[in-house]
């Protein structure tokens, strides 16, 4: 699962999206647009970045955007 938001709404989910993904027995990735103060994981600069990784995840999988 990857989980992706922009502002401070976004956190409960980030930490919704970790504890049923180990109840559950999967991974979960979550990013953050912008560097802050996060549960996310990770953080992107900006929209276009997020972008540009949905782009090579569907290329990996050759699915294509």
């Known amino acids: 699962v990857l989980c ?3 502002d401070r709404t ?6 919704e999206v970790h ?5 559950a027995g999967f ?7 912008g ?4 549960s996310a994981q990770f953080y992107t600069g900006s929209v276009d970045d997020v972008l540009d990784l949905l782009a090579a ?4 999988t050759g699915v294509g955007l």
């Not at 976004?10 to 930490?15: P, T």
């Not at 991974?27 to 647009?33: F, L, M, S």
């Not at 560097?35 to 996060?38: D, E, S, Y």
């Open 4 to 6: 992706v938001g922009d």
């Open 10 to 15: 976004d956190e409960d989910m980030y930490v």
């Open 19 to 23: 504890a049923r993904a180990a109840e």
């Open 27 to 33: 991974c979960a990735t979550t990013c953050t647009v």
């Open 35 to 38: 560097r802050k103060t996060t």
């Open 57 to 60: 995840c569907a290329e990996s």
